[in-house]
């Protein structure tokens, strides 16, 4: 095969985002599509990231490993744009391996970052000297280890898997960060030889996995193979165009897709949101349509909204149009995967944000200043609720399609669709694998590109 970059005429990929604060159940949405996906793959972030999968009555929680690993058969690829922590990583591996998941399709990028563990403490270290203004970030390192990346003084999984590598990377960048959790008051001392002969055995551990995934994507491509890139965390936690600073530390949007897994963008095909029926946040920042009542505590409780990785309740309000219509012009959503549908079931009556009010004025675009979004009031359209979907129900839904759905869940999304101008592809039912209503025309769409 050639190594140029002449691409055929049709893409077979399709680019899964968070079109809000994260959470939206892009796992189980990459799960689903994985069954037709023959890659999937990781672009951005890291094990700040929870994805949780129920098959049968297991439950899978993944934060490292692509959500397609759980198919077996699917090549699952760690892109150079995420940051990893090996130790995590090898836990989700054993884990796995140990319920007899098969994880021998996993690549990682030689060129993705490593999460060390003083990114760990300098995280919390930033976090307590931001006083009053805290991120609630994970906990996870994950802004050291992508801020260490951009200022060149990260360690790649090249370095990890290479000890004279990382023993010559470590000598100056151990003594570096102890220098700088000196400066910040913190008490943690950091011993090079302990460092360097933890990771080391990380990186013989995890070697075998280590390669240039960017090749490997781009050569699936190029022979049509259906590639899935699974997006972690969620357009408003993008580090440009979130709620900047209470954002993470990667670009969460699908332009990412290209870049962080070492692709063209004309690589990306199709691209679909996913929206979560509601809305829900965790950690600090501005969130116009929260509840701050008994229906924000009902919602969150019978959400689960719970984080996966961190354990802490998720802020809940209505589903919010100007954020999904953002997240979709920055992406360029070809179709919507709306999700937990069934959480709203129940209700006599829903909002949906359509624009904001500021000043007296109609805003219908996220302002970059806070201080302008916290002042922005939600404005909405009432809609009438519809019943719980028992068991009954959910079959024949399952079973018979669209037309089974109750009349004003169809409205609710219709209404969606209508105000984005983008169709909902996918419907989320319920918590099961096989709760997802499949409204795309053709199975695995691949639009045809110039
Ligand atoms: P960090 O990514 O750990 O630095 O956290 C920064 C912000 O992003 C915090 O508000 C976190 O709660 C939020 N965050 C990071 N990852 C996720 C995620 O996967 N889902 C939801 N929120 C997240």
Redesign the pocket.
């Known amino acids: 095969m050639s190594l140029g970059m002449c691409l055929p005429i049709t893409m077979p990929s399709v680019v899964i985002i968070g079109s809000q ?3 939206e159940g892009k796992g189980k949405i990459v799960d689903y599509l994985a069954e037709e996906a023959q890659m999937v793959v990781r672009f951005q ?1 890291g094990n ?3 994805h949780t999968v129920q098959v049968g009555d297991e439950v899978f929680r993944l934060h490292h490993l692509p959500s397609g690993i759980l198919r077996r058969g699917k090549a699952a690829i760690i892109g150079n744009g995420v940051v990893l922590d090996p130790a995590v990583l090898i836990e989700e591996l054993d884990g796995l391996e140990s319920r007899k998941i098969v994880t021998d399709n996993l690549r990682i990028s030689d060129r993705a970052n490593v999460i060390m563990s003083y990114h760990k403490l300098l ?1 919390g270290a930033e976090e307590r000297l931001r006083k009053g203004s805290k ?6 390192g ?2 050291p280890a992508y801020s260490d990346k951009v200022a060149r003084l990260g360690v790649r999984m090249g370095d990890l898997v290479d000890p004279g590598a990382l023993s010559e990377r470590l000598q100056f960048l151990v003594p570096l960060k102890q220098r700088i959790l000196d400066a910040y008051g913190d008490q943690a001392r950091l011993d090079l030889g302990s460092i360097e002969k933890e990771y080391a055995a990380y990186g013989q551990r995890l070697r075998k996995y280590v390669t240039d995934t960017g090749y490997l994507v781009h050569s699936a491509l190029r022979k049509n193979r259906r590639v899935l890139f699974e997006g ?3 357009t408003m ?1 993008d580090i440009d165009h979130g709620t900047y600073p ?4 990667s670009t969460t949007v699908a332009g990412n897709a290209a870049s962080g897994a070492g692709v063209a963008p004309l690589a990306l095909d199709d691209v679909y949101g996913v929206v979560k029926a509601y809305t829900t ?5 501005p969130f116009p349509t929260e509840l701050h009542d008994d229906l924000g505590r009902t919602i969150a409780e019978k959400g689960g909204e719970f ?1 996966t ?2 354990g ?1 309740p998720r802020r809940c309000g209505w589903l919010d149009l100007v954020i999904v219509g953002y997240s979709a012009s920055l992406s360029g959503f070809t179709g919507i995967a709306m999700t937990k549908i069934d959480v709203l079931s129940g209700l006599d009556e829903l909002k949906v944000c359509t624009h904001y009010a500021l000043d007296g004025k109609r805003v219908s675009r996220i302002p970059a200043d806070l201080r302008l979004l916290n002042r922005c009031e939600p404005r909405y359209t009432k809609m009438p609720g519809w019943p719980d979907l028992d068991d009954a129900s959910m079959k024949r839904i399952l079973r018979r399609g669209y037309q089974e759905l109750p009349a004003n869940l169809k409205k609710y999304v219709k209404y969606v669709e209508k105000t984005l101008g983008i169709p909902v592809v996918l419907l989320g039912l319920g918590r099961r694998r096989n709760e997802i209503l499949d409204l795309r025309k053709k199975k695995w769409t691949a639009r045809p590109r110039k």
């Open positions: 604060w994260g959470d972030g700040n990231a929870g995280d991120v609630g970030t994970t906990g996870r994950i802004g972690a965390q969620g936690l209470f954002v993470t530390s946040r965790v950690g600090e920042g984080g990785t961190t802490r």
